[in-house]
C-alpha cells in the first residue's frame, strides 16, 4: 500500500517568501508528526496532531512556523518570511493509532528538502 | 545536553566484521526504545525496536541498560548493504509519541 507522500520533494525558496509544504499520511493513520533534519543532525520534533487536533506544538521554533491538519487526514507546514536557518529537510510521519500506546511505530515520508537562499 | 548521544562515527568496517553502536539517553522517564536505519537522501526506517531483555533479529541484536541508560547495538556478519546512518531513539510516554533522535552513526561496509 501507499506510504507517507509528501510535496514538493525539493523547494529553493528566496528568504523572505513563505512556504507550503504538504504531508499525506497513510490512509487511516490517527497521528502526524513534523520533524526538521538539519544537515548532519538527527531529526528533531516539531508539532504533533492527532486527527485534527494539534496536541503538540512545543518544537515549533518560531512564530513563523504554523502547521494545520484540518480534516484529520492531509497536513501542511507553513514558514513564513523564511530565513537561512530554515533551510533543511523536513520530515511527515504517521502512526496508525494514538501514540499513548507506547512504541506505536511512526513511518516516515521521503521529506521535503528546503534551501532559502 | 542533548536528549540522546551519539558517536556520529563514521566506522567503516570489511564485510564480514562485527560492529558495535552505543548511545545514552539523558531522561530517565524514556520509556520506549528504537533504532532507525537511514540511508542517504532518504527517510528514516524502523530497524528495531529495544527491550530490556534485549532483542535479536537476524544479525542484529539490541540491548537496553535503563540503570545506565545505555542502548547498544551490535551487527555481525555485516554486508555492504548495511551501509546507512543508525539513528538511536527514545520516546518518553508523557511526551505524546514524541521521538527523540540522536545524531546517528554513519557506518560504511567495504568489500
Known amino acids: 500500500g501507499a506510504g507517507v507522500s509528501q510535496s514538493p520533494r525539493y523547494k529553493v525558496a528566496k528568504r523572505g517568501q513563505d512556504v507550503a509544504l504538504r504531508c499525506d499520511p497513510i490512509?487511516?493513520?490517527?497521528?502526524l508528526f513534523w520533524y526538521q533534519q538539519a544537515l548532519g543532525q538527527g531529526p528533531e520534533f516539531l508539532t504533533y496532531?492527532?486527527?485534527?487536533?494539534?496536541?503538540?506544538k512545543s518544537g515549533l521554533p518560531s512564530d513563523r512556523f504554523f502547521a494545520e491538519r484540518p480534516e484529520g487526514s492531509v497536513s501542511t507546514l507553513k514558514i513564513q518570511r523564511t530565513q537561512q536557518e530554515d533551510s533543511a529537510v523536513y520530515l511527515c510521519?504517521?502512526?496508525?493509532?494514538?501514540?499513548?500506546?507506547?512504541?506505536?511505530?511512526?513511518?516516515f515520508g521521503p521529506g521535503t528538502r528546503l534551501l532559502v537562499l | 545536553r542533548k536528549e540522546v548521544e551519539q558517536d556520529p562515527g563514521p566506522f567503516n568496517v570489511p564485510e564480514g566484521a562485527t560492529v558495535a553502536f552505543n548511545c545514552t539517553y539523558s531522561n530517565s522517564a524514556s520509556q520506549s526504545f528504537f533504532w532507525y536505519r537511514q540511508d542517504c537522501r532518504k527517510e528514516p526506517k524502523l530497524l528495531m525496536s529495544v527491550y530490556s531483555s534485549g532483542n535479536e533479529d537476524g544479525r542484529f541484536t539490541a540491548q537496553l541498560n535503563r540503570a545506565s541508560q545505555y542502548i547498544s547495538l551490535l551487527i555481525r556478519d555485516s554486508k555492504l548493504s548495511d551501509s546507512a546512518t543508525y539513528l538511536c531513539v527514545v520516546n518518553r510516554g508523557s511526551t505524546l509519541g514524541r521521538l527523540y533522535f540522536g545524531r546517528g552513526t554513519q557506518l560504511t561496509v567495504w568489500p
Open positions: 510521519a504517521s502512526s496508525l493509532g494514538l501514540v499513548v500506546t507506547i512504541g506505536e511505530t511512526q513511518y
Open positions: 490512509s487511516g493513520h490517527v497521528s
Open positions: 496532531f492527532q486527527n485534527e487536533a494539534q496536541l503538540d
